[in-house]
């Protein structure tokens, strides 16, 4: 089955630096989500990367998607405390898949 | 409309009692999933349907757990006989096209079973 494995698995950060996060896969990466969650609530969606080299921004946000490599960055410029949370990457488990597989998240402290 | 809505939102349950979720998707996804999350792990996917029909459930789904979408709208998830091992966070998502848009994810029904 596939795994995803996230780096690093925790980051703590001073306001206004830039960070990245990985997300390598065990197998093909047919497609790639980013989602950040708060302590104890859902999640919310970032970003899907499905092609290889596709590159996606959204705000202050840039993921990446690398299908050599069957790995995903996810970088943020000029962290704010707002960036904080778990940031999580998920994966089309089979290639067409509903399903998907998700890393354990990545712990991220922004702080003032 | 809100988003995806859960209820309740905490449950407390000793062992051995049934418990049942609920979950309200947006109205125009036709897709519903639900999945689970311990601390300090991802989401495991539970099962998920299309409209009514139940389409994929996973090992996870034990015989103790069952989920419905009777009309197509919401859906429950009901676990009987809960066992500690139950404790986690249960999230319900939708989808009017997963592969253009991800999930909408719910906040969660976090269970802790006693």
């Known amino acids: 089955s596939q795994e995803l494995e996230q780096s690093p698995q925790s980051l703590i950060v001073q306001e206004g630096k830039n960070l990245t996060i990985n997300c390598t896969s065990s197998?093909?990466?047919?497609?790639l989500y980013w989602y950040k969650q708060k302590y104890g609530e859902g999640l919310i969606f970032l970003m899907m990367l499905q092609k290889g080299g596709e590159e996606k921004s959204h705000e202050k946000i840039t993921a990446k998607l690398d299908e050599k490599k069957q790995q995903s960055s996810l970088h943020i410029t000029a962290s704010q405390p707002s960036h904080a949370g778990i940031y999580l990457c998920?994966?089309?488990?089979?290639?067409?898949?509903?399903?998907?597989?998700f890393g354990k998240g990545m712990k991220l402290t922004v702080n003032p | 409309d809100t988003g995806v809505s859960q209820d309740p939102r905490h449950k407390i349950t000793k062992r051995g009692q049934n418990v049942t979720f609920r979950c309200d998707p947006i109205s125009e996804h036709n897709r519903l999933y639900w999945y689970r999350q311990t601390l300090g792990q991802g989401p495991e996917f539970l099962t998920y349907?299309?409209?009514?029909?139940?389409?994929?459930k996973s090992r996870l789904l034990s015989d103790r757990f069952s989920a419905e979408r009777p009309k197509g709208s919401f859906s429950t998830l009901e676990i009987q006989r809960t066992e500690q091992g139950d404790s986690a966070m249960y999230l319900c998502a939708s989808s009017s096209d997963v592969f253009i848009y991800g999930y909408t994810f719910g906040s969660g029904t976090r269970l802790t079973v006693v």
């Open positions: 998920g994966a089309d488990s089979q290639g067409g898949s509903e399903k998907l597989v």
């Open positions: 349907f299309q409209n009514e029909a139940q389409l994929e």
């Open positions: 197998k093909t990466l047919y497609g």
